[in-house]
């Protein structure tokens, strides 16, 4: 959802005067909330993987009562595409996608498969300029609640002036995308003994392996994993001298609100979806089999991630983000 922002600032800089709502689910909420670019954020109902016709119908007519003059249509399957057709939208923007004819009456003539950066296939929807290598697309910038970021830090015991490394180690894909739970906890052990204080963030899925992390750590880390809203992650995130994160939504609102991020890359491509911040530092290996953009390493061994050593990573945070470690 966060690399989604890059054509919602293209959008509002294109036709300042034109509000924009944004049709996701109820769990990007918190998230698009703190978009400045957004008027209002759209619940799209819970499918399962349902296509559930009766349930497009009825988010069709509600949409209808809303007038919108134009849709831009992100995904490229046919079931994203109906809801704006039902709703009678005039120009329905997007990519053919899986045979979309009539559905999408404002089609893309690139091929989005041609696009290799996921925000740059986002762009070309509204901006031509989005093919063209040279042009830097605009960046995601989330806000953050300030008064709301002092509340959880004095809830969570964390001095405002303390040096603090969010290590986000889920990944909802699947475990090709994760750096071991042990090597974060060998980080966290070193940045400990830097005097930096870590922290550990996810959802309740990732609770008990950040409580590995912990664990494994000697203590060296706080498992806020399940204990946090995804708005209360983004403050938190904001309060950080650093992230240090898989390729995750995560590492994309670490990037969003201006921390440096160290992102780790196994089966997935920091060409695809790379933070978008000037202050990343990429890690990964150069093996011949990645990326292979597997949930699970068909080799059962993922050294795409497990080689990337936690001294090396605890390096590139010195090196890159001297003030965070000396």
């Known amino acids: 959802m966060v690399m989604a922002q890059s054509l919602l600032v293209c959008l509002r800089q294109q036709t300042p005067e034109r509000p924009i709502d944004v049709l996701a689910p109820g769990w990007c909420k918190g998230i698009i909330e703190r978009m400045p670019e957004v008027r209002r954020a759209i619940e799209l109902p819970s499918q399962h993987g349902r296509f559930d016709w009766a349930m497009r119908r009825r988010l069709g007519a509600d949409l209808r009562q809303h007038g919108f003059g134009q849709a831009y249509i992100l995904p490229r399957s046919l079931k994203a595409a109906i809801p704006a057709w039902l709703a009678r939208i005039p120009r329905r923007t997007g990519y053919l996608g899986e045979m979309r004819f009539g559905l999408i009456n404002d089609v893309r003539s690139k091929d989005a498969a041609t696009f290799r950066h996921t925000v740059r296939r986002f762009l070309y929807l509204a901006d031509k300029r989005a093919i063209d290598p040279q042009w830097t697309p605009p960046s995601p910038s989330l806000r953050i609640d300030f008064e709301r970021q002092r509340d959880l830090l004095e809830q969570f015991g964390i001095a405002s002036e303390e040096p603090v490394v969010a290590l986000l180690p889920g990944a909802e894909y699947g475990p090709a995308k994760q750096w071991p739970a042990r090597h974060f906890a060998d980080l ?51 309060a950080c001298r650093a992230a240090v994160s898989n390729d995750s939504g995560l590492m994309h609102v670490a990037a969003a609100v201006g921390v440096p991020v160290v992102a780790l890359y196994g089966s997935s491509s920091s060409e695809r979806t790379p933070p978008l911040t000037e202050q990343a530092v990429v890690m990964t290996r150069a093996l011949t089999c990645r990326p292979c953009f597997e949930r699970r390493c068909p080799y059962g061994h993922t050294a795409c991630l497990s080689h990337i050593r936690p001294d090396t990573v605890l390096a590139a945070v010195a090196a890159h983000l001297p003030a965070v470690v000396k």
């Open 188 to 238: 966290a052990a070193g940045l400990g003994r830097a005097g930096v204080r870590c922290i550990v963030l996810g959802s309740p899925k990732e609770q008990a392996l950040g409580e590995a992390i912990v664990s494994d750590s000697g203590g060296a880390a706080l498992n806020l994993c399940g204990r946090t809203s995804l708005p209360d992650a983004v403050d938190l995130i904001g």
